[in-house]
């Protein structure tokens, strides 16, 4: 199986950022001829702080991103938070991702199964590989017929993750498209004074341990300037490393 991409800013900040970024993937899709998801969030629901930026929200954002589809030609991902929102979001994106601390809510899974759309489903920092069986399970009855699982590590302790590999092989079990998400298991939750850190120079090692491991797709938050990102800069990848990371990966 070929291993897909998915890629962008965490959160819509601007069009121009939008735009800066699927030039860039566009170019990487062309170059490598590679299967490539252009991701962005309308609205991060799971912020730290309640003062922390959120994004456009959902009638603005979906605006934006299908600007994106139309004039880059690219696949869409986003995540929704509630379930109301599948619906409208199934008419814009190509992929619908649970965030990993919604992922055992039924009612969203089953939401996001029902509009035909790709679900991608991440999993939760306090569940192993195994127990992700469940919630492949309540999208598939709910009528999604492809659903792939991300790997974004797991709680240890307090402010910090760690990734356990196995998990990849342990999904691949029951779903064939097990992704690494590769920014977000660099993260350390809540350990920047309100705000989320992490290790983006880990990055590029997390991938490539992904792929001994058989993972089947890779996901990087990037973003051309991420030390003044508005939402998870210290865990984003740079713009400009994005080539040499897919490169190592090919």
Same mark, same amino acid.
């Given at each position: 199986?070929?291993? #897909? ?9 601007? *069009? ?10 566009? =170019?990487?899709? =062309? ?55 599948? *619906? ?12 990993? @601390? ?26 192993? !590989? ?22 974004? !590590?797991? #709680? ?8 356990? @590999? =196995? ?6 079990? @029951? ?22 850190? !992490? ?10 341990? *992904? ?8 996901? @990087? ?30």
């Amino acid at each position: 199986m070929n291993p #897909i991409f998915i890629a962008g800013p965490c959160v819509i900040e601007s *069009a121009d950022l939008l735009y800066e970024v699927a030039r860039e993937l566009v =170019r990487l899709k =062309r170059k490598y001829n590679i299967e490539i998801y252009f991701k962005a969030s309308f609205d991060k629901a799971n912020r730290t702080s309640v003062h922390s930026f959120r994004g456009p929200g959902m009638e603005k954002g979906l605006t934006m991103l299908n600007d994106v589809r139309e004039k880059f030609g690219l696949n869409l991902l986003t995540d929704i938070h509630e379930s109301f929102q599948a *619906a409208p979001v199934g008419e814009v994106a190509d992929v619908i991702q649970i965030p990993a @601390f919604l992922c055992r809510q039924t009612d969203l899974l089953v939401a996001a199964a029902r509009t035909g759309k790709i679900v991608n489903i991440k999993k939760a920092q306090f569940l192993s !590989g195994p127990d992700m069986k469940y919630p492949v399970e309540k999208a598939r009855e709910g009528g999604a017929t492809e659903v792939w699982l991300t790997e974004r !590590g797991n #709680i240890y302790g307090y402010n910090n993750l760690i990734v356990d @590999f =196995r998990n990849i092989p342990d999904m691949l079990a @029951f779903t064939p498209r097990v992704i690494m998400d590769c920014t977000h298991s660099v993260q350390r939750p809540g350990a920047a004074g309100g705000a989320t850190g !992490g290790d983006r120079e880990f990055v590029p090692s997390m991938a490539l341990a *992904a792929k001994a491991f058989g993972a089947t797709g890779y996901f @990087f938050e990037t973003h051309p300037d991420p030390e003044h990102a508005l939402s998870d800069g210290p865990n984003m990848l740079y713009l400009k490393d994005l080539d040499p990371v897919i490169a190592s990966l090919l």
